[in-house]
């Protein structure tokens, strides 16, 4: 399939606080005309791990990436995922060249959370025109949760949920971060066309094992 997409996926979504625009493989030029609202950064216990309209520019200059986003019509966003490529010295780049790609994050304002808008925003990042043939995976690390008004493990079912619902699995890891804290996930998604050995690499670098041949 042709990269990137001619035309954005864009759609309207009703909400009781108005309508909100939910657009898929936004541009840089198109993210820099946005505002990024103050609901990201002002709590004194909770920041996002995306603070800056940079950021999201970044992630959508990156090839094959998916900057996903939900703004208002008057051009504010109220929230945003991002699918790319790990960086390369983490361990799930060792599965293969461009095999895996993570939903970084999929992020919503305070304001606007229990709309819908995360579903909405997951599914236009699972619109990917290669979602099949790579691996896509999220890691979940409480200490970046919101969880002023929420217990972390009802938090933790709500992020399975989610992304149960788009094809995701929870894998086993060793991955120290991951196992740092027990309500900590990882989550995957593996392509119908991924070939049979790229899942058994796939498997050995969950637990290291690539490195002992």
Not at 71 to 79: A, E, L, N, S
Not at 129 to 154: A, H, N, Q
Request: glycine share 6%; aromatic share 12%; proline share 8%.
């Amino acid at each position: 399939m042709p990269w990137p997409p001619n035309n954005p996926k864009q759609i309207e979504w009703p909400t009781t606080q108005g309508t909100v625009i939910i657009s898929a493989f936004s541009t840089p030029e198109h993210i820099a005309a946005l505002e990024f609202v103050q609901e990201y950064t002002k709590y004194a216990r909770y920041r996002s791990i995306v603070s800056q309209k940079e950021t999201l520019i970044r992630a959508a200059s990156q090839p094959d990436s998916n900057v996903s986003l939900a703004f208002t019509p008057k051009g504010k966003i109220v929230g945003f995922g991002i699918l790319e490529y790990p960086p390369s010295e983490e361990r799930w780049h060792r599965v293969g060249e461009r095999m895996m790609m993570e939903i970084s994050v999929v992020e919503v304002g305070r304001p606007w959370r229990a709309l819908g808008l995360s579903k909405k925003i997951l599914e236009c990042l699972m619109a990917h025109p290669s979602r099949e043939e790579k691996i896509l995976y999220m890691v979940g690390y409480s200490w970046t949760w919101d969880l002023e008004k929420i217990p972390v493990m009802v938090y933790r079912d709500l992020l399975v949920h989610l992304f149960s619902a788009q094809g995701f699995q929870t894998f086993q890891t060793n991955d120290p971060n991951i196992m740092m804290r027990p309500e900590n996930l990882f989550m995957a998604r593996i392509g119908a066309h991924v070939p049979e050995e790229t899942k058994e690499r796939f498997r050995r670098v969950r637990f290291d094992l690539d490195r002992y041949g």
